[in-house]
């Protein structure tokens, strides 16, 4: 299973919403790009969790995993499918 079997129904929703807004925006060719994919958007899921909850800390800790994850992958702006 591509997102583990710890989420509910609604955040497999979440979590391919993200997948396909990402797969259609962005030129994506191998595994590990795929893989880090996959993470940004486990990622994004708890972070939107975190804010939800008022856990201001643990928002900003994975808001600066976000970050990374999307720079090594190159996951910004610049590089969006034209």
Known sequence: MKW?????????LALE???TE???SFDIQDAD???CLILICK?????NQAIDNGDIEGF????KVSE???KSAKFTAAQNKE
């Open 68 to 70: 990374s994850l999307r």
């Open 17 to 19: 919403k993200t997948y």
């Open 33 to 35: 790009t795929i893989n």
């Open 60 to 63: 900003q800790k994975l808001s």
């Open 22 to 24: 990402m797969m259609n």
């Open 43 to 47: 990622t994004d899921l708890k972070m």
């Open 4 to 12: 583990g079997r710890l989420y509910k129904p609604d955040e497999w």
